[in-house]
């Protein structure tokens, strides 16, 4: 098993930034793919962002631009940074890992960005 958890949530006004941070314990040799999600009230959660192992990066198109994700292999650990936060970016951020093909979850953070 592998446990995560999420920080660095908050209330922020638009415009604004925020950096996540998700550690990973537990069994966690041979963690690959990183990264985070997103579910809004009344919507489908969504991927936010993705690293793999090599750092290689992927964004949904709602947030390009204004997330970076990063991630130090040393530490277990992927981190959001989110900058010119809108209120449309609020919502529970869930971060997940990929081991040997399974995708471990997060108990999520919330984001709430005010207008």
């Known amino acids: 098993q592998v446990q995560l958890v999420e920080s660095g949530g908050g209330l922020v006004q638009a415009g604004g930034s925020l950096r996540l941070s998700c550690a990973a314990s537990?069994?966690?040799?041979?963690?690959?793919?990183m990264g985070w999600a997103r579910e809004a009230p009344g919507k489908q959660r969504e991927l936010v962002a993705t690293?793999?192992?090599?750092?290689?990066?992927n964004y949904a198109d709602s947030v390009k631009g204004r997330v970076t994700i990063s991630r130090d292999n040393a530490k277990n650990t992927v981190y959001l940074q989110m900058d010119n936060l809108k209120p449309e970016d609020t919502a529970v951020y869930f971060c997940?890992?990929?081991?040997?093909?399974?995708?471990?979850w997060g108990q999520g953070t919330q984001v709430t960005v005010s207008s």
């Open positions: 997940r890992v990929n081991r040997w093909g399974e995708w471990y």
């Open positions: 690293i793999t192992r090599d750092e290689q990066t």
């Open positions: 537990g069994n966690i040799a041979m963690i690959n793919t």
